[in-house]
T-cell receptor, first 116, second 112 residues
Framework: NAGVTQTPKFRVLKTGQSMTLLCAQD?????MYWYRQDPGMGLRLIHY???????AKGEVPDGYNVSRLKKQNFLLGLESAAPSQTSVYFC???????????????FGPGTRLTVL | QQQVKQSPQSLIVQKGGISIINCAYE??????FPWYQQFPGKGPALLIA?????SEKKEGRFTISFNKSAKQFSLHIMDSQPGDSATYFC???????????FGAGTRLFVKA
């Protein structure tokens, strides 16, 4: 089991460029999340999904869009990147309520994004 | 709006000493309080967790102390080792839901 994987690991963008971050999990988890991690701010939830075909806004959704076309994949898009979106992005997944491991979130290794 | 406040921001401890990280929360609707450990260049990973009906949970050298009336919980690392050097996040999950609110993190450095 690879767990949660993220692509790419690093990326540098210019202001106004677009890109998509890919997250994949092989644990058959229902719930998936995108967080950003900034110094002194912890992990902040951008968007999340409770199942295939569903997405919802988290704490800091502005400037990002997501899609969950397949259960195992969760994509995060930046349509027009801004320097304020320079951050480390983490994807995570968890099993649904009612399952034994429902509370634990499993994180990917992160994507370090710099917007110039 | 940070619902989980974590302190200190950074901590330096001698090898063999006790590391203590504190967290406070405001929302009484939380029902699960995990601690995540993150090594440089890696994603966070669950270290230990507690529910509010328990005042203490111990796993090896790691202990969570929970004070429901004060809305505070803390992580104690006994006999701290250089391999414990990492960033630690406390967190809280809403009851009946799945969204988890994370603290700002504490960077721990254990001196050999």
């Amino acid at each position: 089991n690879a767990g949660v994987t993220q692509t790419p690991k690093f990326r540098v963008l210019k202001t106004g460029q677009s890109m998509t971050l890919l997250c994949a999990q092989d644990m058959n988890h229902e719930y998936m999340y995108w967080y950003r991690q900034d110094p002194g701010m912890g992990l902040r939830l951008i968007h999340y999904s409770v199942g295939e075909g569903t997405t919802a806004k988290g704490e800091v959704p502005d400037g990002y869009n997501v899609s969950r076309l397949k259960k195992q994949n969760f994509l995060l898009g930046l349509e027009s990147a801004a320097p304020s979106q320079t951050s480390v992005y983490f994807c995570a997944s968890s099993a649904p309520s009612g399952s034994q491991a429902k509370n634990e979130q499993f994180f990917g290794p992160g994507t370090r994004l710099t917007v110039l | 709006q940070q619902q989980v406040k974590q302190s200190p921001q950074s901590l330096i401890v001698q090898k063999g000493g006790i590391s203590i990280i504190n967290c406070a929360y405001e929302n009484t609707a939380f029902d699960y309080f995990p601690w995540y450990q993150q090594f440089p260049g890696k994603g966070p990973a669950l270290l230990i967790a507690i529910r509010p009906d328990v005042s203490e949970k111990k796993e090896g050298r790691f202990t969570i102390s929970f004070n429901k009336s004060a809305k505070q919980f803390s992580l104690h690392i006994m006999d701290s080792q250089p391999g414990d050097s990492a960033t630690y996040f406390c967190a809280a999950k809403h009851a009946g839901g799945f969204k988890t609110i994370f603290g700002a993190g504490t960077r721990l450095f254990v001196k050999a």
